[in-house]
């Protein structure tokens, strides 16, 4: 049994003309007739009566159109749900980000336009640390994830993006005075920095080791968002991220820092399983957003 026979079964049913069957499934007569005729042979039994040119339908075919019916709105769910698998409008998307501002904000803003024209999808937005979302991602536990580099699981592939940093002060703060910052202008300037193991305090560590500069270290914060507030406050100075300083630089003045000091985040997804169409077309949104805060690409 094929999708033609069933709709022109079902259409002759509705308009109880094989003429009018034809105008609405757009192919000629005699072809709803032949279908008609194939569907009855598949059957074993008579669809309808011939009666000076019209058809009559049999009692066993109003019988079995509830069923026709119903598979017929089943291969339209199909199709329509294959429509909007292509098109990027079904479906579901599990999403893991890293914790300040990038799930407190960056994400949710990120998640927020690509649902905006997509009624049909859902999406689960989890913060948990980075090495978790590494775990999670591993055993494809979700989709797509947002961390800290570098990885320690396998199971995973990765696409790596490199931020900037920026020495950032309280207002009024005397150093201001200089268009660029180094070790030597901050020797024995009480910082805020991120912890031990992070990966700007390495780079930090070095810069002021390699200048013969001393490194005051007066807080050690897990967040770049809790130093903007340290900084904020006139506790210190600190090295922050583009993502931070973009949704919380509120009473903060920004220098750049000699030597560059970067911060390496990756977005991860399952090497192991193929990705959904969904899942690529966030990818190139997210990418996209995550390109904006890298000047010149």
């Given at each position: ?55 009559i339908p049999t009692p066993d075919a109003h ?111 005397s150093l201001l005075k200089h268009e660029t ?117």
């Open positions: 049994m094929k999708y033609k026979q069933m709709l022109a079964f079902r259409m002759v049913m509705l308009t109880g003309s094989v003429s009018q069957a034809a105008e609405r499934i757009h192919i000629s007569q005699p072809a709803v007739s032949n279908l008609i005729l194939s569907l009855e042979q598949h059957f074993g039994f008579n669809l309808f009566e011939r009666r000076k040119g019209r058809l019988h079995i159109y509830e069923n026709v019916s119903e598979a017929l709105l089943g291969f339209e769910k199909v199709s329509q749900s294959a429509h909007n698998i292509r098109d990027h409008k079904s479906g579901s998307l599990r999403i893991a980000s890293m914790p300040g501002v990038y799930g407190a904000t960056f994400m949710p803003d990120v998640v927020s336009e690509f649902l905006a024209d997509r009624d049909d999808i859902s999406v689960n937005l989890q913060i948990q640390p980075s090495l978790k979302i590494q775990r999670w991602i591993s055993s494809d536990l979700y989709d797509i994830g947002i961390a800290e580099l570098p990885l320690i699981h396998s199971g995973i592939e990765s696409e790596e993006f490199n931020f900037k940093c920026v020495c950032v002060l309280p207002e009024g703060h910052l180094t070790p030597k202008e901050l020797e024995n300037e009480p910082f805020i920095s991120l912890n031990a193991d992070h990966m700007t305090h390495h780079q930090t560590r070095q810069a002021f080791a390699d200048a013969g500069a001393r490194w005051k270290v007066r807080v050690e914060t897990q967040l770049f968002l809790s130093a903007a507030r340290l900084t904020q406050k006139g506790t210190g100075v600190a090295i922050l991220d583009p993502f931070t300083l973009k949704y919380d630089s509120h009473g903060l003045k920004t220098r750049p820092f000699l030597p560059d000091i970067y911060f390496k985040i990756g977005i991860l997804y399952p090497s192991e399983h193929p990705r959904s169409l969904l899942a690529e077309e966030f990818l190139k949104l997210l990418r996209e957003r995550l390109l904006d805060f890298i000047p010149n690409t």
